[in-house]
């Protein structure tokens, strides 16, 4: 079997909605609506279609990864530009066969190509934790939401990246209501 990962294209966004359909289908703290998120995201000014990427496993679109333009905004006002994972997204059939964590090293070495320098996901820390994510917590770093401390979580793609950033995270208007 031979995985390979790609940057998306227009010809696989159905095949990718499907994919995150199903791939969210039953998963604990699912909205069924992160197929839309990523159709939303696609639509931005700021969508960058190197941080879009498939895994192809013998043909098939096996996943996905989106990483998208965000903003820690601290109490002066000042900003700091990072992104965002979300989705991850893996067909059931290819679930915890590694293609969701290589999807996110792809993604994160994508993004330090393009000039970022930290990443901030929210999800399952026992996961996120083996691609390198943190509590954001400890960079002083705030979800715009009540969430749990440990499952809001930062990565400094270059060391150092996060030193002197502190503030809250602001997405963009598409996450609202996913």
Known sequence: MSLTIRQETPVDYAAVEALIREAFTGAPHASGKE?????????????IGELSLVAEQDRACAGHVLFTPIAIVAANGGEHTSIALA???????FQRC????????????????????SSIVLGDPAY???????????WQIRAPFDVP????????????????VSGTVRYPPEFDGV
């Open 35 to 47: 197929w839309l998120l990523v159709q939303r995201l696609r639509g931005r000014p700021d969508f």
């Open 87 to 93: 989705p991850v997204s893996v067909l059931p059939r």
């Open 98 to 117: 590694g293609i969701g964590s290589q999807l996110i090293r792809a993604g994160h070495e994508a993004a330090k190509r393009l000039g970022f320098t």
């Open 128 to 138: 996120y934790s083996r691609c390198g994510y943190g509590k954001a917590s400890q």
């Open 149 to 164: 401390d440990d499952a809001f979580m930062a990565l400094e793609l270059s060391p150092g990246a996060l030193s002197s």
